[in-house]
Nanobody
Framework: QVQLVESGGGLVQAGGSLRVSCVASGRTNSLHRVAWFRQAPGKDQELVARISTRDDSLYYVDSMKGRFTISRDNTKNTVYLQMSGLEPEDTAIYSC??????????????WGQGTQVTVSS
């Protein structure tokens, strides 16, 4: 089993920056991919970015490119999402998720509880 715990959310003004973290514990060596998702009030959950734990390959949703950066620190079992140029539309609960199935990387078996990011105008 793997446990994921997010932190770093909070209130920030439009145009500001924030970094959220996702710390993994347990059988972390079983993971192949870690992703950040977000869900805004009244909207569906959406993928923000993901990173491979095998080759560090990255993927960003087009609307996030240039503003958000996903990275990881193996020594801390932590994946970060650095967000800049934040807009009120970025207000959401940000959750990290992890996949351990190398044959179906899009299935995220493990989820954190989420951290609230609120961007004021």
């Amino acid at each position: 089993q793997v446990q994921l715990v997010e932190s770093g959310g909070g209130l920030v003004q439009a145009g500001g920056s924030l970094r959220v973290s996702c710390v993994a514990s347990g059988r972390t060596n079983s993971l192949h991919r870690v992703a950040w998702f977000r869900q805004a009030p009244g909207k569906d959950q959406e993928l923000v970015a993901r990173i491979s734990t095998r080759d560090d390959s990255l993927y960003y949703v087009d609307s996030m490119k240039g503003r958000f950066t996903i990275s990881r620190d193996n020594t801390k079992n932590t994946v970060y999402l650095q967000m800049s140029g934040l807009e009120p539309e970025d207000t959401a609960i940000y959750s990290c998720a992890a996949s351990s199935n190398p044959y179906n990387l899009g299935v995220y078996r493990y989820w954190g509880q989420g951290t609230q990011v609120t961007v004021s105008s």
